[in-house]
């Protein structure tokens, strides 16, 4: 069955960094645009940055544009997410999604989540 692993999530204190993971399994990984989302207590889900099959093509939400960078090895069946300069309002649990849909809406399958908080 498919399978969305997350891990690499914790504290970090502002202006540090860390890098997410997510394993895939159960599908044909390259076929699949890769996305990672991100919800906070309070807020509604918003999409982090996604990654095009070939990883040409990738998408970054205005909020994380020049701080985190989408990734993803094909070879691995991982899509990464490098997040640096973090801020306190990047604090949210993290989710990997993967489908084949456009931009506009997330995918068909979801990982579990990680939790990023970020605080001095």
């Known amino acids: 069955q498919v399978q969305l692993v997350e891990s690499g999530g914790g504290l970090v204190q502002p202006g540090g960094s860390l890098r997410l993971s997510c394993a895939a399994s159960g599908f044909t990984f390259s076929n699949y645009r890769m996305r990672w989302y991100r919800q906070a207590p309070g807020k509604e889900r918003e999409l982090v940055a996604g990654i095009t099959g070939t990883g040409v093509i990738t998408k970054y939400g205005d909020s994380v544009k020049g701080r985190f960078t989408i990734s993803r090895d094909n070879a691995k069946k991982t899509v990464y997410l490098q997040m640096n300069s973090l801020k306190p309002e990047d604090t949210a649990v993290y989710y990997c999604?993967?489908?084949?849909?456009?931009?506009?809406?997330?995918?068909?399958?979801w990982g579990q989540g990680t939790q990023v908080t970020v605080s001095s």
């Open positions: 999604n993967a489908g084949t849909t456009d931009w506009s809406r997330p995918g068909l399958y």
